[in-house]
């Protein structure tokens, strides 16, 4: 028989977020939800309010209006438990200059320590975090003559040290190399597979969104235009394909509404043989730049809901 099945609370849940600073507001009404264990990315141009809403859903910044709960709790409320679950990476980097790689970590470890459960060994230690985010080499460093990358590296490892239950990263790659950005994507997953850490995550870079989200929000013009997985947003933009042959040794490039019929026609068409045939679909860069354009651009409509995505 069916049971009336309720879902779980998500870990973060927004509704009708706003925020001003003087007479501009910069969040305009934000709705949304993060549920246990997604990988959640969210994406818009610089100045969009990304930090500002990681920075209120961190407790770090007092919302002008609205209903936000993360974890269960009011962010403006919470106390060091509900703190101890939650782990950050801030885009702006906190001074610790004069410590020591592996002396700031153990030191910021041992906080947790009192929050340790069976089975959930906290903080996580600190030589395996080390070389988890490939710092092993650095331990005994002063963090003033890191690498821009090196110290990208070790606020990643601040954000985990303590296991936390629900992790924001703020442009967290930013100044990887391409080596570190990919060990960083498989922690990523580590995360979220063995652990069950939920995840909200700001990035620039669409490859990356595309690579680590389970779903995407595009935020423009103060609300969330787009939320929906990197493929459903593509099928939303108005899909216009690109199409690429090779015919007796040269090139061409064609785009279209509708590849299935151009594809008839060119592939029915007498002439020479066709070689090198490509299609291309819109991709999530095409799909992000329609969106904000859209909604900063025109006049604010309301949100975009992907379908098959439940509120
Ligand atoms: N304390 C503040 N006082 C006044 N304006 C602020 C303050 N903090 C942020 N802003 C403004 O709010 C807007 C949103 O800033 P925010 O840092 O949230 O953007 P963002 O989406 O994170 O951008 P980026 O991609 O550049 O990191 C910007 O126009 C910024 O100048
Ligand atoms: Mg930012």
């Known amino acids: 028989m069916l049971e009336n099945v309720e879902e ?151 954000g985990i040290v303590g296991r936390p239950r629900l992790l924001f990263l703020d442009e967290p790659t930013a100044g990887f190399d391409p080596e570190a950005r990919r060990d960083f994507h498989d922690l990523v997953h580590r995360l979220a597979d063995d652990e069950a850490t939920t995840i909200l995550l700001t990035t620039h870079d669409l490859a990356e969104a595309e690579r680590l989200a389970d779903r995407i929000l595009i935020l423009a013009a103060g609300r969330i235009v787009a939320d929906g997985s990197a493929d459903q947003l593509a099928r939303r933009v108005a899909g216009r394909s690109e199409i690429r042959w090779t015919r007796g040794g040269e090139r061409f490039v064609h785009s279209t509404d509708d590849s299935v019929a151009f594809l008839r026609e060119l592939l029915g068409a007498p002439g020479e043989e066709i070689h090198e045939l490509e299609v291309r679909r819109a991709s999530l860069e095409d799909t992000y730049m329609a969106m904000v354009h859209q909604h900063e651009d025109g006049p604010l409509p309301g949100r975009t809901r992907v379908e098959g995505v439940p509120a």
């Open 8 to 158: 779980p609370d998500p870990v973060v849940r927004v509704r009708g977020l706003r925020m001003r600073y003087g007479s501009t507001d910069v969040l305009r009404g934000l709705d949304f939800d993060v549920r246990a264990g997604e990988v959640v990315t969210l994406l818009g141009p610089n100045g969009a309010g990304k930090s500002t809403t990681i920075e209120i859903l961190e407790g770090f910044r007092e919302r002008s209006a609205g209903e936000v709960r993360v974890l269960g709790v009011d962010p403006a409320r919470g106390d060091e438990r509900w703190r101890s679950e939650i782990g950050m990476v801030l885009q702006s980097w906190r001074d610790h200059g004069k410590w020591k790689v592996r002396e700031l970590l153990a030191h910021l470890g041992a906080h947790y320590a009192r929050f340790s459960e069976p089975g959930r060994r906290r903080p996580i230690d600190t030589d395996e975090l080390l070389a988890t985010v490939g710092l092993a080499d650095r331990r005994d460093q002063r963090i003033a003559s890191l690498s821009g990358g090196q110290r990208r590296r070790l606020d990643v490892a601040i």
